[in-house]
């Protein structure tokens, strides 16, 4: 089992920066430095979309074409945290922004390709 707690997730107004992080549980199972891992986000009545996604040594990177050049997926294995730097926020990212860790090294853009999930973090960009 690998848990997943994303923080960093608050109000900004649009334009600004805001960098998501999400903690891997120690004792993953998986261990977390050899899977893929990923950001998605959901608003209210949508299904979950991918938003970006890194392989175990980052030499593999994937985006959806809307945040590309925006926003910058990165982890530190040494300490399980998968990060998401978000530069230039516009109102249309407003979302619940989810974790995901996969069971292999495979990066996707299919929610379907992801096992585990953290609770999310809330974003919201105003103008």
């Known amino acids: 089992q690998v848990q997943l707690a994303e923080s960093g997730g608050r109000s900004v107004q649009a334009g600004s920066s805001l960098r998501l992080s999400?903690?891997?549980?120690?004792?993953?199972?998986p261990p977390v430095r050899r899977i893929a891992m990923a950001w998605f986000r959901?608003?209210?009545?949508?299904?979950?979309?991918?938003?970006?996604a890194i392989s175990r040594l980052s030499r593999?990177?994937?985006?959806l074409d809307d945040v590309?050049?925006?926003?910058?997926?990165?982890?530190?294995?040494?300490?399980?945290?998968?990060?998401?730097?978000?530069?230039?926020l516009k109102s249309e990212d407003t979302a619940?922004?989810?974790?995901?860790?996969?069971?292999?090294?495979?990066?996707?853009?299919?929610?379907s390709g992801y096992s585990y999930w953290g609770h999310g973090t809330q974003v919201t960009v105003f103008s």
């Not at 593999?60 to 985006?63: A, N």
């Not at 590309?68 to 230039?88: K, P």
């Not at 619940?96 to 929610?111: E, F, G, I, T």
């Open 22 to 29: 999400c903690k891997a549980s120690e004792a993953s199972d």
């Open 42 to 52: 959901q608003t209210p009545g949508k299904e979950r979309e991918f938003v970006a």
């Open 60 to 63: 593999t990177e994937d985006y």
């Open 68 to 88: 590309r050049g925006r926003f910058t997926i990165s982890r530190n294995n040494d300490f399980n945290l998968l990060f998401l730097q978000m530069n230039g």
């Open 96 to 111: 619940l922004y989810y974790c995901a860790a996969a069971k292999d090294n495979q990066v996707r853009a299919s929610a």
